[in-house]
């Protein structure tokens, strides 16, 4: 094993911005992502059928389809679609689909966005009767009892849960090394590989940052739920003396 070559400027270097591109694709589609999925949870628990139904086969297809095969679809079917290209140049929003980091990106975001879509429908729909009962005695409207009491509680129920959303979605933009263009950690272990015929080294390499990234964003998680969801932690009832 030649770890020396791993640990070269370049090579470092191509670390560095693999690191850049993975960040920047895991904040920028859970961002994006938990504003859909918001949107997405209030129209499966609305009172409206269609939009139930709507969204829901669109989770249905989102968590029914491997993340590989979207990415696929969005950059070698959608992205390659003869009157898409015919507007690249002129057309929004159809000028960012020649750009590879966008079509990524869209799959990424509307990956988490079905996922989480679901996760806080379900935290929504698991609200306390008491908790909206209480709001309405003191006066709130459905809209106010929502915006209040029902999406700050669903939100914090659905930490643990989002937590290993997000450490998956991390561990999903190694699949952006499947779009040429695109530089990612797995991107860049792969070029070394390349280059060096040093496969060992440069995937453990890689590896070993995202177990870092992981480890970093589980501990993050852990103190918002020390932070947010402590009154649901068990309490010791043993009587002193």
């Given at each position: 094993?030649?770890?020396?070559?791993?640990?070269?400027?370049?090579?470092?270097?191509?670390?560095?911005?693999?690191?850049?591109?993975?960040?920047?694709?895991?904040?920028?589609?859970?961002?994006?992502?938990?504003?859909?999925?918001?949107?997405?949870?209030?129209?499966?628990?609305?009172?409206?059928?269609?939009?139930?139904?709507?969204?829901?086969?669109?989770?249905?297809?989102?968590?029914?389809?491997?993340?590989?095969?979207?990415?696929?679809?969005?950059?070698?079917?959608?992205?390659?679609?003869?009157?898409?290209?015919?507007?690249?140049?002129?057309?929004?929003?159809?000028?960012?689909?020649?750009?590879?980091?966008?079509?990524?990106?869209?799959?990424?975001?509307?990956?988490?966005?079905?996922?989480?879509?679901?996760?806080?429908?379900?935290a929504i729909r698991e609200t306390s009767a008491g908790e909206?009962?209480?709001?309405?005695?003191?006066?709130?409207?459905?809209?106010?009892?929502?915006?209040?009491?029902?999406?700050?509680?669903?939100?914090?129920?659905?930490?643990?849960?989002?937590?290993?959303?997000?450490?998956?979605?991390?561990?999903?933009?190694?699949?952006?090394?499947?779009?040429?263009?695109?530089?990612?950690?797995?991107?860049?272990?792969?070029?070394?590989?390349?280059?060096?015929?040093?496969?060992?080294?440069?995937?453990?390499?890689?590896?070993?940052?995202?177990?870092?990234?992981?480890?970093?964003?589980?501990?993050?998680?852990?103190?918002?739920?020390?932070?947010?969801?402590?009154?649901?932690?068990?309490?010791?009832?043993?009587?002193?003396?």
């Open positions: 094993m030649d770890w020396a070559v791993i640990f070269r400027p370049e090579s470092l270097a191509l670390y560095g911005q693999g690191i850049v591109t993975t960040l920047w694709l895991l904040s920028s589609s859970l961002i994006i992502g938990a504003v859909l999925a918001l949107v997405f949870a209030l129209a499966l628990t609305g009172p409206s059928m269609l939009l139930r139904r709507l969204v829901g086969a669109y989770t249905f297809v989102i968590r029914g389809t491997p993340l590989l095969i979207q990415v696929y679809m969005i950059y070698y079917g959608l992205a390659q679609l003869a009157w898409i290209q015919a507007h690249w140049d002129t057309v929004w929003p159809w000028t960012h689909f020649k750009d590879p980091a966008f079509c990524a990106l869209l799959a990424f975001s509307l990956n988490t966005a079905g996922y989480t879509a679901e996760m806080l429908a379900g909206i009962e209480a709001g309405q005695a003191f006066g709130m409207s459905r809209s106010q009892a929502l915006r209040r009491i029902v999406l700050p509680s669903a939100i914090r129920r659905t930490l643990p849960a989002y937590s290993n959303e997000v450490v998956m979605m991390l561990h999903s933009t190694s699949l952006a090394s499947a779009v040429p263009g695109l530089l990612d950690v797995t991107a860049a272990a792969s070029r070394i590989y390349s280059d060096f015929y040093l496969p060992f080294e440069a995937y453990l390499a890689a590896a070993a940052i995202y177990l870092c990234a992981s480890f970093c964003l589980i501990g993050l998680f852990k103190l918002a739920d020390g932070r947010f969801l402590a009154h649901l932690a068990p309490r010791n009832n043993t009587d002193r003396p």
